[in-house]
């Protein structure tokens, strides 16, 4: 099945249900990794939207500082850690060079550390994840995801895994019967 790709300014003019029907591309995007599990999803997702259109991919890893230090202190572990996640990005993701970055920012909060990359970039579209969260034994966002959510001036993709006990089947919400095609 060939399906069409629509670039940006052509999305404006659809409606949205049209757009996603059709396939969207998107001439750059911003990826967040964070060294969890659901980088992978994200960095296929994020691909995925800049590949057809030959955009650009921009990988970003945030090292939260803790307050007591200065923003710019050295902080050796933290920032070979994140070298090391962003390394094993630029393979995974087998797009040309010219087509991809990764970078790494020092920052107090991870939430406005992506929205301050997402508009000096002027990025398109935003892929972040999620593992299962659980804070306090419910579901829970934390702080940085919603404010990313509230601020970003751009489509927001979430990726959230599935809990780990239910990786590999696909389940419904209480109260919702799973059917062949698609939730009732």
């Known amino acids: 099945m060939m399906r069409n790709l629509i670039t940006i300014p052509q999305r404006s003019r659809q409606s949205p249900t049209e ?10 995007v911003l990826a967040v990794v964070t ?14 939207l800049v590949r057809p259109v030959k955009g650009r991919l921009h990988v970003l890893y945030v090292i939260e500082v803790d307050r007591s230090l200065p923003v710019d202190a050295e902080i ?12 094993g990005t630029e393979d995974f993701v087998h797009l040309p060079k ?27 579209a935003l892929v972040i994840g999620s593992h299962f969260p659980r804070e306090h034994g419910g579901f829970s966002l934390g702080r940085d995801i919603p404010f990313i959510l509230e601020h970003a001036p751009c489509l927001v993709v979430l990726r959230r895994e599935a809990p780990p006990r239910h990786r590999g089947r696909r389940s419904a919400a209480p109260g919702i019967t799973a059917t062949p095609g698609g939730l009732s």
């Open 76 to 87: 050796g572990p933290a920032a070979a850690k994140g070298e090391d996640i962003l390394r």
């Open 19 to 28: 757009s996603l029907q059709r396939g969207v591309a998107f001439n750059k």
């Open 98 to 124: 010219n087509e991809f970055d990764a970078h790494m920012v020092q920052a107090r909060e991870i939430g406005p550390a992506v929205v301050s990359e997402v508009i000096s970039r002027e990025v398109d």
């Open 35 to 48: 060294g969890n599990p659901s980088d992978e999803g994200v960095l296929a997702h994020a691909a995925d």
